[in-house]
């Protein structure tokens, strides 16, 4: 069993920034592929940045040039920072860790950009 927790949102004028922060328990968090996720109102939740096991990392084309995800397995930590902000990146944050069947989620944290 894998718990996650998300810290960092909050509320940012357009153009500002914010680093999400995900830590996770249990052990092997290395083998993990961490992934950040999000929902805003009437929307379907969406991919927004995945990190796997080996470093690799993927993006949405919404967000690419203006997030970075990294991780710290030391620590069992994913970060999202996020610049460059745009009212449209206004939902909820998700954090996600997959290792084969297994699958977990964060609790969530939102995020609003607006002036």
């Known amino acids: 069993q894998v718990q996650l927790v998300e810290s960092g949102g909050g509320l940012v004028q357009p153009g500002g920034s914010l680093r999400l922060s995900c830590a996770g328990s249990g052990n092997a968090f290395s083998m993990y592929v961490m992934g950040w996720y999000r929902q805003a109102p009437g929307k379907q939740r969406e991919l927004v940045a995945i990190s796997d096991s080996g470093g690799s990392t993927n993006y949405a084309d919404s967000v690419k040039g203006r997030f970075t995800i990294s991780r710290d397995n030391a620590k069992n930590t994913v970060y999202l920072q996020m610049n460059s902000l745009k009212p449209e990146d206004t939902a909820v944050y998700y954090c996600?860790?997959?290792?084969?069947?297994?699958?977990?989620w964060g609790q969530g944290i939102q995020v609003t950009v607006s002036s």
């Open positions: 996600d860790a997959t290792y084969g069947p297994l699958h977990y």
